[in-house]
């Protein structure tokens, strides 16, 4: 019954190549989101999605392309991969964007770019 | 966006309460005070929020400033599990852009 799954759990990959992250909530929410936590610990903001439209995009490199097939689904997908990439991609999600909805987090992806 | 201050990190005995402060002196009127807490290799994990009274839950107490320029996240009586970064975030209208500081690392010893 996990509310918020992401996969994989672990990826990957060399540089250049293209990868997806897929992520899904059971929360009938209609809000998601990407952060990314890089190496030095620090969770930002990449994306955010409500009711399949987008709504943030946090000056993200053109490489990263979200998609939303519906309200429950959220992926991200990542052309020509590069070492800087690297990190720990979290997919959130929550009822709305108002200031008193929690977001409710997956476990993360963990995106190795070798 | 409103920033939040944290302590580095604190340390607690276990079953001990612990006080997690945070400050936020630029706080908007229509802000919430969010609590999130990440354990080590998983997502964050929603504790607590509150706008103006102080707030209970089976995780945690928020306790908020009159003026609401400061809060303390109170963990009643610490568990080792209870070990994690712990996040005080503002988060408005505004699409649940949460902006994540560096969080207070909370240590508990046994």
């Known amino acids: 019954d996990t509310a918020v799954s992401q996969t994989p759990k672990y990826l990957v990959t060399q540089m250049g190549n293209d990868k997806s992250i897929k992520c899904e909530q059971n929360?009938?929410?209609?809000?998601m989101y990407w952060y990314k936590q890089d190496s030095k610990k620090f969770l930002k903001i990449m994306f955010s999605?409500?009711?399949?439209?987008?709504?943030i995009n946090e000056t993200v490199p053109n490489r990263f392309s979200p998609k939303s097939p519906d309200k429950a689904h959220l992926n991200l997908h990542i052309n020509s991969l590069e070492l800087g990439d690297s990190a720990v991609y979290f997919c959130a999600s929550s009822q709305a964007g108002y200031g008193n909805s929690p977001l409710h987090f997956g476990n993360g992806t963990r995106l190795t770019v070798t | 966006d409103a920033k939040t201050t944290q302590p580095n990190s604190m340390e607690s005995n276990e079953e001990e309460p612990v006080h997690l402060p945070c400050n936020h002196s630029?706080?908007?009127?229509?802000?919430?005070i969010h609590w999130y807490r990440q354990l080590p290799s998983q997502g964050p994990e929603y504790v607590i929020h509150g706008l103006t009274s102080n707030v209970n839950n089976r995780m945690a107490s928020l306790a908020i400033a009159e003026d609401r320029k400061s809060s303390t996240l109170i963990l009643h009586r610490a568990t080792l599990r209870d070990a994690a970064v712990y996040y005080c975030i503002l988060k408005g209208d505004s699409w649940g852009k949460l902006q994540f500081g560096a969080g207070t690392q909370v240590v508990v010893t046994p």
């Open positions: 929360l009938g929410h209609d809000t």
């Open positions: 630029t706080i908007s009127g229509t802000d919430y």
């Open positions: 999605y409500n009711n399949k439209e987008l709504i």
